[in-house]
């Protein structure tokens, strides 16, 4: 059994939160350059690079629910998380920079064993880290509203970091020259890119894990008991047998796949259909910081006004909506010309409420799943927070594979051109590109808005679930959680301090 835990200050809640900039560094990095990086800067086929996205989530099907079982089953005087988290630090820094620095002049199979040799480091030491230290949320935070308000802390981090090392490489690193040389297309800006990234997803590592390592007194403990394999297999069955588990990660899964696809595409779409400029691009992604800010600091309002599901319904169908207008007004013909301020003007709204929808949505969903903790712990006896979040991540990286997958066959299907200029692309290609990704896009977010709907723990459940576990460890009943500052409020508590 764990102590009783103190309420959590606000410097625990931001340390805690700081992580999550690591992983979206990462994340952000991979899903925005590295299929544009690998095929038009390296040389390398689209077809093969996606292949080997393919060959990482095989090898994440077999990692990630290992680190969970195994963490949420480890002894140790840093408790079940820390000690996987502080040993994350070293590898996948080191690896994300050696990703985007591949020897020059090596034949194209020397390239393919070097690309997938730095993927699989990166992406099993990326979840020594981020699976604990996603499962400590729920945790920390046991309260149906105060849950979402903290992982909404969290993730605002995550915009905040991830967009922001976006914008750095669009204007510092990868900076266009104004003769057009330069920009995402040169490999000269990738090495102190990749270096600033490796220090920074380092530095959040060690920051956020030394940051709650004194929570770990009030943590869950490893039980105490000897399993056989077979025993343990059942346990996992058990646990991941779970209509609301089944529900949220079939959601998480369309919703992998469509990203996985959108977040390839976006650049080839940003470069080539709008036919942007780097510095128009990097506009984009600083407003999308503000509309992704925004989205993860209202959604703890929207769950008390509406319940998670519904909440999450409304901004993901909204999102949805938003997202595909401008493509399908092109298509129409009802968008202003390429390089007219209008267009842009349109762009920049667009990219607002479509983060802000999307930024909500994903709180929204991650505190849906968080809440499955509790229902399995009911049914099944045991607090499996590592193996229900691995198997999630897991589902979903596996699917999201699948949408980078289907964003390099449809620039195969429409032969897109190796080293591709700016506006001199066949029209007939950059028609194609749009008219394929619309329902491609629209059938997989719709199939995540549908599975949603059959979501079926809200407030009162997750109470009745929560007073459950007290009866069986014999506790008081809980007094009412003293209220958890939201992300905003942290902000201005933050800015008032200073």
Avoid at 375 to 393: F, I, P, W
Wanted: some cysteine; aromatic content about 8%; glycine content about 8%.
């Amino acid at each position: 059994m764990s102590a009783a835990r103190p309420p959590l200050s606000f410097s625990t809640k931001l340390l805690y939160a700081v992580g999550a900039v690591a992983n979206a560094v990462k994340l952000r990095g991979l899903s925005t350059f590295l299929m544009l990086f690998y095929n038009q800067v390296v040389g390398l086929p689209p077809q093969t690079v996606t292949f080997i996205l393919m060959i990482a989530l095989v090898f994440d099907a077999i990692v990630d629910p290992m680190v969970g079982q195994i963490s949420d089953n480890f002894k140790s005087r840093l408790g079940r998380r820390h000690p996987f988290m502080y040993a994350a630090a070293i590898p996948v820094s080191v690896a994300y920079f050696l990703l985007w620095n591949p020897p020059q002049g090596w034949e194209e199979g020397r390239l393919v064993a070097y690309l997938i040799a730095c993927l699989l480091t990166v992406r099993l030491f990326d979840t020594f880290f981020e699976l604990p230290h996603s499962t400590l949320a729920p945790e920390l935070a046991k309260d149906y509203d105060e849950r979402t308000r903290l992982i909404s802390l969290r993730m605002l981090f995550g915009v905040i970091g991830g967009l922001g090392m976006t914008i750095l490489a669009y204007q510092v690193f990868l900076k266009e020259s104004p003769d057009g040389t330069g920009g995402v297309l040169s490999r000269d800006g990738y090495w102190a890119y990749s270096l600033t990234a490796a220090l920074l997803i380092f530095t959040c590592i060690i920051v956020s894990t030394a940051g709650t390592q004194n929570q770990i007194p009030y943590l869950q403990t490893a039980p105490t008991r000897k399993i056989t394999f077979r025993a343990m297999l059942a346990e996992v069955g058990a646990t991941l047998n779970n209509k609301a588990f089944v529900v949220a990660t079939l959601t998480g899964m369309f919703i992998a796949i469509a990203t996985g696809a959108r977040n390839a595409l976006e650049i080839y779409f940003g470069l080539y259909f709008w036919e942007l400029t780097q510095a128009q691009m990097a506009g984009l992604v600083t407003v999308s910081v503000l509309g992704g800010a925004a989205g993860v600091v209202t959604a703890p309002k929207v769950a008390r006004r509406l319940g998670k599901k519904h909440g999450a319904i409304l901004l993901y169908a909204s999102a949805l909506t938003v997202g595909v207008s401008p493509i399908v007004a092109r298509l129409f013909g009802l968008m202003p010309e390429n390089g007219t301020g209008l267009l842009y003007t349109l762009l920049v709204v667009e990219t607002v409420i479509n983060t802000a929808l999307a930024g909500g949505t994903g709180v929204l969903l991650v505190s849906m799943v968080a809440d499955v903790i509790e229902d399995a712990e009911v049914k099944t006896g045991r607090r499996s927070e590592g193996l229900l979040m691995s198997a999630d991540n897991l589902f979903k990286k596996l699917v999201s594979g699948v949408g980078v997958f289907i964003s390099g066959s449809v620039l195969a299907l429409i032969h897109f051109p190796e080293n591709a200029q700016r506006g001199k692309v066949d029209p007939e290609i950059i028609q194609s590109m749009g008219l394929i990704y619309l329902p491609v896009i629209g059938t997989l977010f719709g199939l995540g808005i549908l599975s949603l709907c059959a979501f079926n723990i809200d407030k009162t459940r997750h109470e009745e679930n929560l007073r459950t576990l007290r009866e069986r460890a014999g506790a008081p009943p809980a007094e009412a959680p003293e209220p958890l500052a939201s992300a905003a409020d942290d902000a201005d508590t933050a800015t008032s301090r200073a």
